[in-house]
């Protein structure tokens, strides 16, 4: 029986399995978002933000632990100097997923996965956003036409005096 057993095994190995988690989180870690299949950005954020929340405690333990994980001093440094300073009064849920559709492919459902202190992108594209409606514009053209006033003098005139 396989009772309370929820693990996602990517259809790997366990060795290949921590290997890409390391890799995607150190991979996050410096490019601050990541674009992934659904499944392995699930698997990856029940591995990234414990190692997040241990950068906060900024001893030589814990940087220890994270790096035992990650296996990158790199991303390490980057992790403890850069991000925990960010992230240092948020509770938890330092990732977000933002779905993007199918692969062409194979049809795997494709999302990006970012850390949520760092989505400056995300902040200009909501401002840039503007509302559009669907409403033609025929009531107000025929309710007031505009009329334009006849040119006295064409520009070819200006240039022969």
Do not use: W
Request: glycine fraction near 4%; aromatic fraction near 4%; include cysteine.
């Amino acid at each position: 029986m396989r009772h309370n057993k929820k693990f996602n095994h990517l259809g790997r190995t366990a060795s290949h399995r921590a290997s890409m988690l390391s890799n995607m989180a150190c991979s996050l870690i410096k490019h601050k978002r990541i674009n992934t299949t659904l499944q392995k950005a699930k698997a990856l954020r029940t591995y990234v933000e414990p190692l997040i929340t241990k950068s906060k405690n900024d001893t030589t333990a814990s940087r220890r632990l994270v790096f035992s994980e990650l296996k990158d001093k790199y991303a390490v440094t980057e992790l403890f100097k850069n991000i925990s300073e960010k992230i240092a009064d948020r509770p938890g849920g330092y990732t977000r997923i933002i779905k993007t559709g199918h692969r062409l492919g194979d049809n795997a459902e494709m999302c990006f996965i970012e850390l949520v202190d760092y989505d400056e992108n995300m902040a200009k594209t909501a401002a840039k956003k503007s509302t559009r409606t669907r409403r033609s514009r025929k009531s107000t053209k025929a309710e007031a036409p505009v009329e334009e006033a006849p040119a006295t003098e064409t520009p070819a005139e200006e240039t022969k005096e």
